[in-house]
């Protein structure tokens, strides 16, 4: 009999998983919470590394897509201190890939759906409940009252997963606030910004806060604001005015960033899972991407979602007669995979916002053997 394979969740994990199972012939139906793949905005640009997120992608055949869309030249990095002044000036090499280039997230996951079957992906199928059946797999519940079953189940439904309570009782803490901005047409409307952007980030550190911009490939600027957690509503940060008094005595040049947003800041908290969390085997049903590992968000997560997906996928072709050992083989390996990573992550978020942050990403972007440079 077929295995009938859900996952929850049709993000770059869920997306990447299901290519590649695709690619080995074994089937599976995708999730999605969201009314179709142009619901909603999907935020900025991601720089995929060669060992994790290009490795899935060239697992997914998809390599050569992926380089006509990305933009090797968006690995560019500039850091300011709030007077304006260069700490460091970052420039990849002239098209080349074995950086970490950088794609639009819109263009990632629309390269990823364009690759599987129209009916892959079952959307506005928010999943509400899963309940284990006595005969083995899971009887999955809809929002809107719509049902399925399934052999095995794999949670990709991402930060806020609701297939991890079946799993762990980890709890998510905040690490941080994020506001964003976004700024269209740049190079038209505002040259100035775009000139200080570049093609690639600006990060301008302060003291526990930073304002950051990203290049998009549509011609836009994302901004990004990071400041410490704490316990004020998130509507204090939704005016261009208070976060401009919080930016005080910086550069107008740099502050002229968050005066050009095109509408009002967006505020969201930034979550993390307790490190080295993990779970004891249960059968037919895993998490991959942030509902295994939810990461401050320093250049790791969907690269290691997108591997995640891609050894999982892995194993399930490898041993397809015996999901629970495949599930059991990935899981091992990506909990000692991940753990490392998390701690970098943690650490490397910390670091971002503390009071000595411009001395300590000078140093941490000063060639190290050992430990990789974070990306925004
Ligand atoms: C500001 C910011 C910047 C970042 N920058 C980087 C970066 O540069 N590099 C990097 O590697 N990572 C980065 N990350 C992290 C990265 O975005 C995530 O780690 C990655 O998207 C995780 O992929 P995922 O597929 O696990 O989850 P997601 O991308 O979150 O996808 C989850 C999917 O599940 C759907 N879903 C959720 N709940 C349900 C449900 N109940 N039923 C059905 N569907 C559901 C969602 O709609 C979504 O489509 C960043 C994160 C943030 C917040």
Redesign the pocket.
């Known amino acids: 009999m077929t295995m009938r394979i859900a996952i929850?969740?049709?993000?770059?994990?869920?997306l990447t998983l299901a290519r590649i199972l695709h690619r080995h012939g074994i089937g599976a139906v995708v999730?999605?919470?969201?009314a179709s793949r142009s619901a909603r905005s999907q935020?900025?640009?991601?720089?995929?590394h060669p060992e994790s997120?290009q490795q899935a992608l060239a697992d997914a055949g998809l390599i050569g897509r992926f380089r006509s869309e990305a933009r090797p030249e968006g690995e560019e990095h500039r850091i300011l201190d709030p007077a304006g002044r260069t700490l460091v000036h970052h420039k990849p090499q002239p098209g080349s890939f074995s950086g970490r280039p950088e794609i639009d997230?819109s263009a990632l996951r629309d390269l990823l759906l364009d690759s599987l079957p129209g009916d892959a992906v079952a959307w506005q199928?928010?999943?509400?409940a899963a309940m284990p059946r006595p005969d083995g797999g899971f009887g999955l519940t809809?929002d809107g009252g719509h049902s399925a079953d399934c052999d095995v189940l794999i949670g990709?439904?991402?930060?806020?997963?609701?297939v991890r309570s079946l799993l762990t009782d980890a709890t998510l803490s905040s690490v941080a606030t994020?506001v964003?901005l976004s700024i269209s047409d740049a190079d038209r409307r505002h040259p100035d910004l775009a000139e200080l952007v570049g093609p690639g980030n600006l990060w301008c550190i302060g003291v526990n806060q930073i304002l950051a911009a990203q290049r998009l490939g549509d011609g836009g600027i994302r901004v990004?604001i990071s400041l410490r957690a704490d316990d004020r509503h998130m509507d204090t940060y939704r005016s261009k005015r208070a976060l401009l008094d919080m930016f005080d005595g910086w550069n107008p040049r740099l502050t002229a960033l968050i005066e050009a947003g095109d509408s009002l800041p967006t505020p969201r908290r930034?979550e993390a899972m307790p490190t080295g969390t993990r779970w004891a085997h249960q059968p037919g049903i895993t998490l991959?991407?942030?509902?295994a590992h939810?990461?401050p968000?320093v250049?790791?997560?969907?690269?290691?979602?997108m591997l995640d997906a891609a050894e999982l996928a892995a194993e399930l072709a490898t041993n397809p007669a015996d999901p629970d050992s495949a599930i059991q083989a990935y899981e091992e390996a990506m909990f000692t995979r991940t753990h490392p990573i998390a701690e970098m992550s943690a650490r490397v978020q910390a670091m971002m916002l503390s009071p000595t942050a411009a001395d300590d990403i000078i140093r941490f972007f000063t060639p190290q053997p050992t430990e990789p440079a974070p990306?925004?």
């Not at 935020?43 to 995929?48: I, R």
């Not at 990709?156 to 609701?162: E, L, P, T």
């Not at 991959?288 to 509902?291: L, R, S």
């Open positions: 929850a969740g049709g993000g770059l994990g869920g999730y999605e919470r969201e935020g900025g640009s991601l720089d995929l997120g997230r199928h928010r999943l509400v809809f990709a439904d991402g930060g806020r997963s609701v994020l964003e990004g930034i991959i991407g942030d509902a939810l990461m968000p250049g790791e997560g969907a690269n290691q979602a990306t925004a």
